[in-house]
């Protein structure tokens, strides 16, 4: 493990992203987006027509799509820079055009949706019938039908989609603070020896053997958000209001509803998650006993609770670590790894290792004509792996639907997203837990899953509850502070923790502000702890070898946007609108917390 991050020009460039594929040079890009932005005003010409008939229908849609899909790459290609050193103020330049070109497109098509409701769900069905070139929108109508009460006029919907991009300058001032602005002070073993602290080694720090190292990294990583408490709880209060806000613009009962609504999720399947998981609190209470004791049976600390449970963790080469994900993916197929391993190394998908200024946490991205690319801080170890699959999961996920799907369907939205990478990791890990059978072995596999279910079924779940309480605190009208937030926090975290855990209530409190991103999308969160649900139940069937089930899930993973959520999962044969599937998760994690008892004593 690196103890000082290294500079971006110290990467190799194998273990780099290939933003070239995607536009060969910056003056490509500010060609392409300059055609895109030259190109806007021919949207003008379908507004007030579309009623007229399927040709003119037609045609705007598939004008739409064409700037849509170029528009996609323009972003990409800007993300991909800034994500690895958002200290390089050209490359914020650019992600910050991009959005404004997103935006004025999104405008431009404002008028799009509310033509099509008032032509009617009768007629536009019977065009799709009737016009080849409508064929492929039925779906689009359909939906577009249903969502019908939340659409607002021409001059509404153009005037929410101008506000997105200043109404986003919230999040973007959080991910600035955490990413480029933030500074920590070092981390320091039990010899003095320091090791600096950043968004791309925090994970490794806090996983150290010396409970030095972990408690200095977690308390200066904590402090270092604390310093800026107060201006992190305006851009979330910010975020907020602009969430009720649009919920009451589109005519929807609350935040909760608006998040859930354009899916067709029902609140119901937020509300039985959190119920479910508040009732298999004491299977965490368990496994914080377990590890207590295992540590020595003295006081567990917050930082405590991913220190290594064997004196041999895992030490895992990220080469070592393709092979072992291609390995554990083995079940699905010939096709599908070849897929993964070209990305993997030919096409250079991922953004392998931590740089200075590299952004906070992992991602898959792209757009329909780019790779889906990774960006990751890879450290070496068994949870880089995961990682690594997880992420993998995603991109393979967009491979297919890319490949199967029309435009129109090629985004399959954050509720089928979060299945498709924990598939991976619970694969990949059934195989190595086969593999690699020495004592140590199983313990760091058992840890590197307790840690995967720490983040999605502990860790998610009660941001969710966090992200739950402070809208509805905004729909009564009251006030978002920081010292508010971290109480609350605090509290929901000493619950979860329970007797086991020793919380130090400020800065457990701030763990808000150390997700940057997930606030900002709008109840994202909980759909961590959903997706690893109906991923074990489909890894299940195809660990077990049912038959069809493999052809069941690459066919999940082929469908993309083309049916609702609930609808693609429950073809591939599990039921989320059930709380079956995350009943029998905690079975799982029950189990690995019984088979780690066993192995530790």
């Not at 431009?108 to 509310?114: L, R, T, W």
């Not at 929410?160 to 920590?184: K, V, Y």
């Not at 991913?306 to 030490?315: E, F, G, N, Q």
Request: proline letters at 5%.
């Amino acid at each position: 493990m690196p103890q000082r991050i290294p500079e971006r020009s110290e990467i190799p460039v194998p273990y780099t992203w290939n933003p070239d594929s995607v536009f060969a040079s910056e003056a490509d890009w500010e060609a392409a987006l300059a055609r895109v932005a030259a190109r806007v005003a021919e949207l003008a010409a379908f507004r007030g027509r579309l009623a007229e008939g399927p040709d003119v229908v037609a045609g705007y849609l598939e004008l739409a799509a064409e700037l849509l899909r170029e528009s996609g790459k323009v972003g990409v290609y800007a993300r991909m820079h800034y994500a690895v050193d958002t200290l390089d103020q050209a490359a914020k330049a650019r992600v910050d055009r991009s959005a404004a070109l997103a935006a004025r497109l999104g405008a431009a098509m404002a008028f799009g949706d509310p033509e099509l409701l008032a032509v009617g769900g009768e007629t536009l069905a019977r065009w799709a019938a009737e016009e080849p070139r409508l064929a492929v929108y039925a779906r689009r109508f359909a939906r577009l039908a249903a969502r019908a009460p939340h659409v607002r006029s021409a001059e509404v919907e153009e005037l929410l989609r101008q506000a997105g991009e200043p109404l986003d300058a919230a999040a973007a001032t959080h991910g600035i603070l955490a990413n480029a602005d933030l500074r920590f002070e070092p981390a320091t073993d039990g010899a003095g020896e320091r090791y600096e602290i950043g968004q791309g080694t925090i994970n490794a720090l806090v996983t150290h053997p010396d409970p030095a190292v972990r408690k200095s990294a977690w308390e200066h990583y904590a402090d270092a958000h604390l310093a800026f408490k107060n201006t992190m709880a305006s851009c979330l209060s910010a975020e907020v209001k602009r969430n009720v806000f649009v919920a009451r613009a589109r005519r929807y009962g609350s935040a909760l509803e608006a998040a859930l609504g354009p899916n067709f999720i029902p609140p119901e399947v937020f509300h039985s998650l959190i119920a479910t998981f508040q009732r298999h609190l004491p299977t965490w209470h368990r496994y914080w006993r377990l590890r207590r004791r295992a540590l020595g049976g003295g006081p567990l600390h917050v930082y405590d609770t991913k220190a290594p449970l064997t004196s041999a963790p895992l030490r895992v080469p990220y080469d070592q670590s393709v092979e072992w994900v291609c390995d554990g993916m083995a079940p699905l197929g010939d096709e599908y790894v070849a897929a993964m391993r070209r990305g993997l190394t030919e096409q250079r998908w991922v953004d392998v290792y931590p740089s200075r200024g590299k952004r906070a946490g992992a991602f898959s991205m792209g757009s329909p004509g780019t790779h889906p690319f990774i960006m990751m801080s890879y450290n070496d170890d068994i949870f880089g792996l995961s990682t690594l699959a997880h992420e993998l999961g995603h991109s393979m996920h967009s491979y297919y639907t890319r490949g199967a799907q029309p435009f129109v369907y090629s985004f399959y939205g954050l509720f089928l997203a979060e299945v498709a990478s924990n598939f991976n990791q619970a694969l990949v890990r059934a195989h190595l837990l086969k593999r690699l059978q020495g004592r140590d072995e199983q313990i760091a596999l058992i840890e590197e899953a307790m840690a995967n279910f720490h983040r999605y079924f502990f860790i998610m779940p009660t941001l969710a509850r966090f992200e739950l309480a402070i809208h509805e605190r905004v729909e009564r009208g009251e006030a978002l502070t920081a010292d508010w937030m971290n109480g609350l926090m605090a509290d929901l975290f000493a619950e979860g923790y329970g007797p086991e855990v020793v919380v130090d209530r400020e800065r457990v409190g701030s763990t808000w502000m150390q997700f940057s991103t997930h606030f900002y999308a709008n109840f994202y969160v909980y759909q961590y702890a959903t997706g690893i649900s109906g991923a074990h139940a489909l890894a299940r069937r195809v660990l077990a070898g049912e038959p069809g089930a493999v052809d069941a899930y690459l066919g999940f993973l082929k469908a993309g946007g083309s049916r609702f959520p609930l609808e693609t999962l429950r073809l591939a044969g599990v039921d989320m609108a059930s709380p079956q599937p995350v009943e029998e998760t905690f079975a799982v994690l029950a189990g690995y917390v019984e088979r780690l008892e066993e192995l530790v004593g």
